[in-house]
C-alpha cells in the first residue's frame, strides 16, 4: 500500500492564528482528499484536490503530486476548527483511500 | 438521499453475539466502502463495491466479517461472534464512480462487552 505521513501529529492554536497542515505520501496517487473529523466522528469533506490550488473560505489545499505532498492552509482560526484533520490518497485501480493518522488541532479562544 | 445515513450511530453487544451495521449511501453513487475506525487512529479499509459486486474484501480483518450490497444501493457490514477487539468506529463512505471524491456517513460506535 502506499505509506500516508502527517505532520504535526498535534497543533495547538490561538484563535486568530493561521497553520499549515502536511500530507506526504509514498506513491502517485489520482485521488487526494481532506477531511476534518469533528467531535462527533463525522468525516467533513474539505477538499478534493488530486493536484493544483483550491481555496473555500479561510481554508485553502495545494497538492504538489510530482513530488509527493500536499498542504492544507487554515487562516485566521476558530475555535470550531478544532478536531482531526485526516488526508487520504487513492491509487488508480486500487478503490480504496489510505489514510494517514491525523493532525489534531486545538484552537483555544 | 442528502448524504450517506448509517445506522444505528452506537451499538453495545455482547461479546460473541452477532451484529449488523446499515449503509445507505448517496442516490446513485457506484461505489461504496467500508473502514473501521479504531481510537486514535484513521480509518483503514474494509471492503469496496461498485454496484452489487464486491470487487475488494482485502482488508475484512476475519471470516468473521461479511459485506453485502445485493440490489447495489443499501449495503450491511455483519460481524459475526463479535470479539472485543471488533470495538471500533465503523464508516461507511460512497462515491459517483471510483476515483472520484468519496463522502462518508456519521459512522456507527461498535463496543463489545
Known amino acids: 500500500g502506499i505509506q500516508v505521513e502527517q505532520s504535526p501529529p498535534d497543533l495547538i492554536l490561538q484563535e486568530g492564528a493561521n497553520s499549515t497542515l502536511r500530507c506526504n505520501f509514498s506513491?502517485?496517487?489520482?485521488?487526494l482528499q481532506w477531511f476534518h473529523q469533528n467531535p462527533w466522528g463525522q468525516l467533513i469533506n474539505l477538499f478534493y484536490?488530486?493536484?493544483g490550488t483550491k481555496q473555500n473560505g479561510r481554508l485553502s489545499a495545494t497538492t504538489v503530486a510530482t513530488e509527493r505532498y500536499s498542504l492544507l492552509y487554515i487562516s485566521s482560526s476558530q475555535t470550531t476548527d478544532s478536531g482531526v484533520y485526516f488526508c487520504?490518497?487513492?491509487?488508480?485501480?486500487?478503490?480504496?483511500?489510505?489514510f494517514g493518522s491525523g493532525t489534531k488541532l486545538n484552537v483555544k479562544p | 438521499g442528502a448524504g450517506v445515513s448509517q445506522s444505528p450511530r452506537y451499538k453495545v453487544a455482547k461479546r460473541g453475539q452477532d451484529v449488523a451495521l446499515r449503509c445507505d449511501p448517496i442516490?446513485?453513487?457506484?461505489?461504496l466502502f467500508w473502514y473501521q475506525q479504531a481510537l486514535g487512529q484513521g480509518p483503514e479499509f474494509l471492503t469496496y463495491?461498485?454496484?452489487?459486486?464486491?470487487?475488494?474484501k482485502s482488508g475484512l480483518p476475519s471470516d468473521r466479517f461479511f459485506a453485502e450490497r445485493p440490489e447495489g444501493s443499501v449495503s450491511t457490514l455483519k460481524i459475526q461472534r463479535t470479539q472485543q477487539e471488533d470495538s471500533a468506529v465503523y464508516l461507511c463512505a460512497s462515491s459517483f464512480d471510483r476515483n472520484t471524491e468519496a463522502f462518508f456517513g456519521q459512522g456507527t460506535r461498535l463496543t463489545v462487552v
Open positions: 442516490s446513485g453513487h457506484v461505489s
Open positions: 463495491f461498485q454496484n452489487e459486486a464486491q470487487l475488494d
Open positions: 506513491d502517485s496517487v489520482n485521488n
Open positions: 487520504a490518497v487513492e491509487r488508480r485501480g486500487f478503490n480504496k483511500f489510505y
Open positions: 484536490i488530486p493536484s
